[in-house]
């Protein structure tokens, strides 16, 4: 079955600094891979998807994420946090071929810090 | 371009009231369809999925319900709320393909927070 971990619940990085939030999954298939942002009361958004070809993804507001097979793992950074990344950040994977349905991580909350 | 829709935006509701929230997709057809709720670190449960209407999954049993009466509508409902319904819960739609690959992302609502007395 597939999974999704999340590590760490939280993460705190200064302004300017770059932005680590790490994604490591478990799946039976080649996996689609997703990360969504969330801000306060709001619903989820995403930023990038992964799905086939090119393992660099860019998303928007200037995230990026590796789909790395060997390691299983998928994490998003950003060169230079902004106050305005504070949010909520999901990991997310297909739940099997031809699934239309995700599996979430749990969450990683990014603080930032002045 | 297409758009997602939820209301209420809060509701508080007294233990043992009915409830339904609904979600409304324009902009697209045939969509899939999901209600997830969400609980303070715990992430997004699927609780219902429905790939057209009158076709709905159920992930989680519960005191909870959910309907596609028309085919960009879905409700979700209870006859009696209990204390543990409360959370975020949130409405999402994803493309449906006739040759399903797995590989559409889902599109959320805005989300409605249910609070119970």
């Known amino acids: 079955a597939q999974s999704v971990t999340q590590l760490g619940s939280h993460v705190s990085v200064s302004e300017g600094a770059l932005v680590l939030l790490r994604c490591n999954y478990s799946?039976?298939?080649?996996?689609?891979l997703f990360w969504y942002v969330q801000y306060p009361n709001q619903g989820l958004q995403l930023l990038l998807k992964?799905?086939?070809?090119?393992?660099l993804v860019k998303g928007i507001n200037g995230f990026e994420a590796e789909f790395k097979k060997s390691e299983t793992s998928f994490h998003l950074t950003k060169p230079s946090a902004h106050m305005s990344d504070a949010a909520e950040y999901f990991c997310?994977?297909?739940?099997?071929?031809?699934?239309?349905?995700?599996?979430f991580g749990k969450g990683t909350r990014l603080h930032i810090l002045p | 371009s297409q758009t997602i829709h939820q209301w209420p935006a809060t509701l508080v509701q007294p233990v043992g009231s009915p409830l339904s929230l609904e979600c409304t997709v324009e902009g697209t057809s045939n969509p899939n369809l999901y209600w997830y709720r969400q609980a303070a670190g715990r992430g997004l449960q699927l609780l219902f999925y429905?790939?057209?209407?009158?076709?709905i999954s159920s992930e989680v049993p519960q005191n909870l319900s959910a309907s596609r009466p028309q085919d960009r509508q879905f409700i979700l409902s209870s006859k009696k709320l209990l204390l543990s319904d409360s959370g975020f819960y949130l409405c999402?739609?994803?493309?449906?393909?006739?040759?399903?690959?797995?590989?559409?992302?889902?599109?959320f609502g805005d989300g409605t927070r249910l609070s119970i007395l």
């Open positions: 429905s790939v057209g209407i009158g076709q």
């Open positions: 799946s039976s298939v080649p996996p689609y």
């Open positions: 997310a994977v297909t739940e099997g071929w031809r699934d239309d349905k995700i599996i």
């Open positions: 999402a739609w994803s493309v449906r393909l006739k040759s399903r690959m797995g590989n559409q992302p889902q599109h």
């Open positions: 992964y799905t086939t070809g090119a393992t």
